[in-house]
């Protein structure tokens, strides 16, 4: 493989897909790290480096790095710790970097020949948008975007016993008809203020639903006592 860039007149943002069949590993584990390599050759040229995470299609990370140090490939590792960003089952992760002034000054760092279905890109924004692959169509191959993340992987046992939060969901199929409970499984001695269920995207009032055909996404907000708000999601298909 080689090192190049991904050529744009445009601020990107550039991400790493992260399928769910290589996130099983890590569900319910946190994104600690994530470690980007930009092609900046005049860093007074750029401005506001984001790291962004998106997951089953939601944004739900765009951090802004103070005062990185940029350069060539130069590598910019930044922490994600304290976001306690959660990787859930069952969807894509999308982890990216991305500067809110560009242009031509800063392109994406990639490697060449790259993978199918590996990188992405879209025009610099705060919400989710439709991912497009990282595919470099006048020379015919895909290009694999330079960017590390570093996730804690989850040992044998359960969330809870670990001390995260998790939307409790009993083994499917899941059949039309059918009533699915909102629950929570919590570490011992663990204190909510509140919960707030969104089915769909629509909040609910009750605490189930009775399932229809098709894909869903079941979210919970926590509200913890010290003001934080955690927010849960689960992923689960319809017959």
């Not at 859930?88 to 279905?117: C, I, T």
């Not at 995260?164 to 009993?170: P, Q």
């Not at 894909?215 to 849960?232: A, M, N, S």
Request: aromatic residues 12%; contains cysteine; glycine residues 10%.
């Amino acid at each position: 493989m080689r090192a190049g860039y991904y050529p744009s007149g445009e601020s990107l943002i550039g991400a790493v897909r992260y399928s769910p069949e290589e996130l099983v590993p890590f569900v319910g584990g946190r994104l600690d790290r994530v470690v980007c390599y930009p092609f900046v050759s005049d860093p007074k040229s750029v401005s506001e480096l984001y790291i962004t995470v998106d997951i089953g299609g939601k944004r739900v990370l765009n951090h802004l790095v103070e005062n990185p140090e940029l350069g060539e490939y130069l590598p910019v590792s930044v922490s994600l710790a304290s976001f306690n960003v959660r990787i859930p089952e069952g969807v894509d992760v999308y982890v990216g970097y991305g500067f809110r002034e560009q242009g031509e000054n800063a392109p994406l760092a990639a490697v060449y020949p790259g993978k199918e279905g590996n990188s992405f890109f879209v025009p610099f924004g705060f919400d989710a948008q439709a991912w497009q692959p990282l595919y470099l169509e006048k020379a015919g191959f895909y290009m694999d975007i330079m960017l590390e993340s570093f996730l804690q992987e989850v040992p044998a046992g359960t969330v809870a016993e670990m001390g995260y939060a998790t939307i409790l969901l009993r083994e499917g199929p899941y059949k039309t008809g059918e009533r699915l409970d909102f629950e929570l499984q919590l570490p011992e001695g663990t204190q909510i203020l509140s919960r707030a269920w969104t089915w769909d995207g629509e909040a609910c009032s009750g605490t189930y639903v009775t399932l229809t055909e098709g894909e869903h996404t079941l979210e919970v907000c926590l509200k913890h006592p010290d003001g934080r708000e955690e927010y849960l999601t689960a992923e689960l298909l319809v017959n």
